[in-house]
């Protein structure tokens, strides 16, 4: 089985906890977790509903991989209405707390309504209550956490919460799990903080007794361990430098978008690196990086555990941040880094930890502040008072805006809107470097073409993790193809597209796809699974899911006048780098997409698409 299959249905409005069987014949066609809970969510919820109304619902799910010891398999997802972008959104997390649902036997959590005033929801097993956050409401994430285990009495309760952000309504706040974990895009934590939940607390001993057929699972996860083991990505890359093993290299072939997409490379790139994580610092003679880390079952540890120099200036009078924690990935690295043209390592941690500790995206936070840096360049924010001056490459600037927007004080609360609604508020939304209003990750799709489709396309906005045609355009993973080129890219993309909602409702992490194809991803969920789990069938599980969300996008008011990128893309030609000269040439690979997934020349899937996938 795999499933629990047992639904723990939360109404805040009216204080109840109820369980209910999970729908089989759902999950025979959704599998869990992204898939399962967006199948759920569209039938429970109108599409042009307000996401941070009441009638609106967030979901926790798990997939039937979670908490198996399918490497990596600890993952869950939240799946709600963003409200940063008006569209689905699933942001997907690791560490323990995936995990630690199931064994408490539940493979999914809906919550419903608001409550009246700050709650946390409290589970030991089949016991599910709805307790007072009065005392935690306003702590952050790191806090909320420890007062939790201090009040239970119980260090190894798992924890999700809010902090700060996602209370005050940054419009990308998350919902962070073991203090650096998090479901990070599509502000799914400020509908946390919409509903006043502040945390959902876990405690699991029931196992996990639900394998189909134990010691064939054991044979296929045992094979696939083998496989990412041998692999140089991740085997070696990122265990030794986690995601920022691809700062220089996605710098070189000039795709790593600085001072808010003007340039295209980053002069301090070395500085802010994975190899600068491992360097000993001049000021202390210690290096940021402690030690790698994994999420439950992983046989990967990408994670990255940094220490700050206490004497650097962001911390020198805040001994809270001088521990060791959740260290820079390469997303955050470049958002907070490149994005606003800072080479400050130490300065980007510091950043990063504020983000984990009040719980906000730092993609967001990041690109949103590269916007303000260049309207504040350009003179659109001379009658504003933005604190610190606010210009691209101040460390300075960076934390203390990093600070004011976790907070949500001064201009941190203009910040907190997010770059989309920033940069029309003050008359120049073409500065908004965002699909649909959610901002880009880390890479420039002038040099590598691919990912601007794959940017234009994301049914959750501009994301990274809905189609990481990056792996092979850059990394030759399956196959190599030229990043410039356009040919071929509208197939390449919907096949990554596919295959990641396939392994997001599985319940393990994408990252295995650097090794992982679905054949190797199907002979476990199949041993774990009821039903036949095939390469084919998986593929088409991961179709029907991606016209679920378009469906539902659709619906909500979006179309495919949305599936587009910011002119500056579309129009200013890269300035340096293999790219130089170059545009994303969208254009000329939308039609063909289209075409592949069976929609019509306006991006609808036709009648005869949704007939085949079951719709
Ligand atoms: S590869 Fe990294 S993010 Fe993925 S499960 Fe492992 S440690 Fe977590």
Known sequence: ??????????????????????????????????????????????????????????????????????????????????????????????GYFGAEMKFAGWDMIIFEGKADSPVYLFIENDEAELLSADEIWGKTTWDTEEWVHTRHQDPQIRVSSIGPAGENGVMYACIVNDLHRAAGRSGVGTVMGSKNLKAVAIRGTLGLNTIKDPARFMEATTAAKKVLVDNAVTGQGLPTYGTQVLMNVINEIGALWTRNHRDVQFEGAGKISGEAMHEPRATDGKPNLVTNAACFACT??????????????????????????????????????????????????????????????????????????????????????????????????????????????????????????????????????????????????????????????????????????????????????????????????????????????????IFTSFAWTLDDVAPQVDAACEGTWTLDSLAELGERVWNLERDFNLKAGLSGKDDTLPKRILTEPAKTGPAKGMVSKLGEMLPEYYQLRGWSEDGVPTDETRKRLGL
């Open 300 to 509: 990967i540890a990408c994670g990255r555990i940094s220490q700050l120099d206490k004497n650097h200036f962001t911390v020198q009078n805040k001994p809270e941040y001088w521990g060791a924690s959740g260290g820079l990935e390469y997303e955050n690295a470049w958002s907070l880094g490149a994005a606003t043209g800072t080479d400050d390592l130490e300065a980007l941690t510091y950043a990063n930890f504020l983000c984990n500790a009040y719980g906000m995206d730092p993609i967001s936070f990041g690109t949103t502040l590269a916007a303000a840096m260049e309207l504040n360049e350009i003179g659109a924010l001379d009658d504003v008072d933005t604190g610190d001056d606010m210009v691209f490459g101040s460390a300075q600037a960076l934390a203390s805006l990093v600070e004011s927007t976790c907070k949500s004080e001064g201009f941190g609360v203009e910040l907190g809107l997010g770059s989309k609604r920033l940069c029309e508020k003050y008359g120049h939304p073409e500065l908004s470097m965002s699909v649909k209003g959610q901002e880009f990750p880390a890479y420039d799709s002038r040099g590598i073409q691919g990912m601007g489709l794959a940017y234009a396309t994301s049914n959750r906005g501009a994301c990274h993790l809905r189609g990481y045609t990056v792996a092979s355009e850059v990394l030759g993973i399956p196959v190599k193809t030229d990043p410039l080129a356009t040919e071929g890219k509208a197939g390449l993309v919907k096949a990554f597209q596919d295959a990641t909602a396939a392994f997001d409702s599985a319940g393990i992490c």
């Open 1 to 94: 089985m795999a499933w629990q299959k047992k639904i723990l249905r939360v109404n805040l409005t009216e204080g109840t906890c109820t369980p209910e069987p999970l729908n089989m014949e759902w999950a025979a066609e959704y599998l869990g977790q992204r898939g399962l809970a967006t199948k759920y969510y569209v039938e429970e919820c109108d599409p042009q509903v307000d996401p941070l109304s009441p009638a609106s619902k967030l979901i926790m799910a798990t997939g039937p991989l979670t908490g198996t010891d399918a490497s990596t398999g600890g993952r869950y997802s939240v799946i709600t209405k963003g409200p940063l972008t008006g569209a689905i959104a699933c942001s997907n997390s690791g």
